[in-house]
């Protein structure tokens, strides 16, 4: 079963630093492009970052200001994204995503993890 | 502010014909893929490529594109589609995707 799953998310307090991971299962992880996705409480889906298979290329939201990582280890099948500065606006629901190529994104999506940043 | 623009709501009878559009300038280079999302679950991609529907996505989904409009149309809609509906596309700015804002769709 193609298979992802979000852990990471916590309750932290503004200005400190969080990593989520995401881990990938039922498939060749490094044969496929992936995303972070986030849904803050009440608001629309926001793409938020983009890594290729080898890692090589990134892209991210032009909204982050820099402190969001993407990364992911291929050996150990898993997705990351570190973020810096939390702020009250980071607070949301942070789902990865597969995509299979640029006409078949977000095929596969997590549950999500839950990131509530405090003031 | 999101680059696709989305009608926050729109309402249809069971049985009836939906359409949700999403406005941008890069649909006129790119299609756009549409994406479910119910409360408390994670959103479920319905079209994809052109018009291209995953396994298990029913055939009343479609949609159709008219210049910088694409529209996703739920022919005979049920009540289990009441949910948020988001278009996604490539972003004029050169990242990979952008979203847009989202219509909640209620089936009366």
């Known amino acids: 079963e193609v298979q992802l799953v979000e852990s990471g998310g916590a309750l932290v307090q503004a200005g400190r630093s969080l990593r989520l991971s995401c881990v990938a299962s039922?498939?060749?992880?490094?044969?496929?492009?992936m995303n972070w996705v986030r849904q803050a409480p009440g608001k629309g889906l926001e793409w938020v970052a983009y890594i290729s298979g080898s890692g090589k290329t990134i892209f991210y939201a032009d909204s982050l200001q820099g402190r969001f990582t993407i990364s992911r280890d291929n050996a150990k099948n898993s997705l990351y994204l570190n973020i810096n500065g939390l702020t009250v606006a980071d607070t949301a629901v942070y789902y990865c995503?597969?995509?299979?190529?640029?006409?078949?994104?977000?095929?596969?999506w997590g549950q999500g993890t839950t990131v509530t940043v405090s003031s | 502010s999101s680059e696709l623009t989305q009608d926050p709501a729109v309402s249809v009878a069971v049985g009836q014909t939906a359409r949700i559009t999403c406005q941008g300038e890069s649909l006129r280079n790119y299609y756009a893929k549409w994406f479910q999302k119910r409360p408390g679950q994670a959103p479920v991609l319905v079209i994809f490529a052109k018009d291209s529907r995953p396994t298990g996505i029913p055939d009343r989904f479609s949609v159709s594109m008219s210049g910088d409009t694409a529209s996703l149309v739920i022919s005979g809609a049920q009540a289990e589609d009441e949910a948020d509906y988001y278009c996604?596309?490539?972003?004029?700015?050169?990242?990979?995707?952008?979203f847009g804002g989202g219509t909640k769709l209620t089936v009366l």
């Open positions: 996604v596309s490539r972003d004029t700015s050169g990242n990979p995707w952008v």
């Open positions: 995503t597969r995509d299979v190529n640029s006409q078949v994104p977000m095929d596969v």
């Open positions: 039922g498939f060749i992880f490094s044969d496929y492009e």
